[in-house]
């Protein structure tokens, strides 16, 4: 069994956008029981992570950490030509993932209690995001 | 050929962990020659990685690298209900991997001769993790 | 549908070297239509990034960025064996993948239009580096 789905995902500028029941979805409509589902994001300016679901404070402060670890606007980054983001964006993806495999057990993405699938806008402004999930099992 | 496999992996808090032969066994048992196999830590706090499994000393380095570069306890954090290590976890496991996928090769993973598989502890207190192996191929 | 492939890639130390076409190549030679390709790097001191792939400015922060963050030859990495970018090497291949996993539609890596696939050396000296392509699908 095989399945591709391209979704289309709208941001708001920098931040965590929650996509697990997108995915969820197309995996349920896949209609597999067991297998992987892999969700690949096609920019290179926003990115994908699993974290922490519960309380939104978690997202705040990796949204903080990250802005300290690869500050905007900074002299020693040339690549400026979108803006003080524009380099910023491009290694906040690098260090994080464009593609996450997740485990399908009873037809379900087999995420922990706390795991939720997170699109991470690492631009200011908004954008229209291509993401696409391929499942493939039994 | 599809074969789907849960481990538990008991740490005794941060730090690293070999998993290699666990999974190899996984895949040794699922009886495929080649394909993929993919492992993934059901966790927020705990993450995956592929590191040099010669020398101690690396993965102490490692150890060292990342608690100065997410130190616990740090004001500027909020998350910290569960401790000090809380959010830094969080933030440790965003950075490195909740899944690795790995070529199937005549049966076995095909691993760098210095790459061993490695289950990452980033809370301080010992855990039970869930660890799930599928297995896809022929 | 499965195939692997293995590759080796020669280095001249560190930097980035694009490999989109020889995976894509792999993929046409492959003969799906449908599915998922998977590029594996068989070593701890390199390792594999999606990036833009129009302005080499890109990879020339990127690189300024990592030597920043995982300096060579601080006192507090003892593990230098071969050299005071050793114990960076494998630090920098943590923090970034050792696989990538890419959709493939229409008989091609559905790259969006500005991720190219990069082999990162981040020894100093050249390497021969083994990069095994698995490819599954319809």
């Known amino acids: 069994m095989l399945s591709q789905t391209t979704l289309t995902i709208h ?12 995915v969820q979805a197309v995996v349920r409509a896949a209609g597999l029981k067991t297998g992987l589902a892999h969700a690949f994001i096609h920019h290179t300016s926003a990115s994908l992570i699993l974290c922490e679901n519960a309380d939104p404070t978690v ?59 997170y699109l991470w806008e690492h631009r200011h402004a908004g954008h229209r ?6 499942v493939q099992g039994e």
Chains 1, 2, 3 share one sequence.
């Open 59 to 117: 997202r705040h402060d990796l949204e903080t950490f990250m802005a300290r670890l690869v500050p905007d606007g900074v002299a020693w980054l040339e690549h400026n030509d979108e803006g003080p983001d524009d380099m910023p964006a491009h290694i906040r993806t690098v260090l994080t993932q464009s593609s996450l495999t997740i485990p399908v057990t009873e037809g379900r993405c087999a995420l922990g209690t706390w795991q939720g699938i």
């Open 11 to 22: 941001t708001q500028g920098r931040g965590t956008y929650e996509v697990t029941d997108r």
């Open 129 to 134: 995001r291509r993401l696409t999930v391929t």
